[in-house]
């Protein structure tokens, strides 16, 4: 996404006010704790997909190893992936304004909140979007040890903050 694109969107102010808000909301999802990391992680942009890696000096292969037409963001994983794509349109089929591939991954995760709260299935977007993220590491053969291994440092004192920060 170029900047101009970002720009038309919303005021960056408001984004990062909106970013801030729903990382506060993830701690008090009714999911299990480990999905509750993940879906922190991925408003961090701390999953080690392939860009991150690189991003973080590893030099591996950058490109999504699974169709090879992307750099591998946490964007494309979860959205512009083809598999991603299918698995959402067919949970979301009923729900007609699946997001523009060019929304950030906060605003994507916007709308998996709203979409929670109109489904019967409360919750079951954030399980899909859990799985999808599974598949690709089965996919590549990644045990959970090596993409624990990933993590970056970073995130921990990150981590402990937010934690502290909603936990009154
Ligand atoms: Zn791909």
Wanted: with cysteine; glycine share 4%; charged share 20%.
């Amino acid at each position: 996404m170029d900047k101009e694109t970002r720009q038309n969107q919303v005021p960056l102010s408001s984004q990062s006010q909106l970013h801030h808000k729903l990382i506060s909301k993830v701690w008090k999802l009714n999911l299990p704790p480990k999905l509750k990391i993940f879906w922190w992680k991925i408003l961090h942009n701390g999953l080690p997909v392939a860009d991150n890696l690189r991003k973080r000096g590893i030099n591996i292969y950058s490109y999504c190893q699974a169709c090879g037409e992307e750099i591998e963001t946490v964007q494309h994983m979860l959205m512009h992936y083809r598999v991603a794509k299918e698995i959402w349109s067919l949970l979301l089929e009923e729900l007609p304004e699946f997001p523009q591939s060019n929304i950030a991954i906060f605003q994507f995760f916007q709308y998996l909140m709203d979409r929670s709260t109109a489904q019967l299935q409360k919750n079951l977007p954030f399980f899909i979007g859990w799985r999808i993220w599974k598949m690709r590491n089965k996919n590549l053969g990644l045990t959970q040890s090596y993409v624990a291994a990933g993590h970056p440092r970073w995130l921990d004192q990150f981590y402990t903050s937010d934690r502290s920060a909603s936990s009154d």
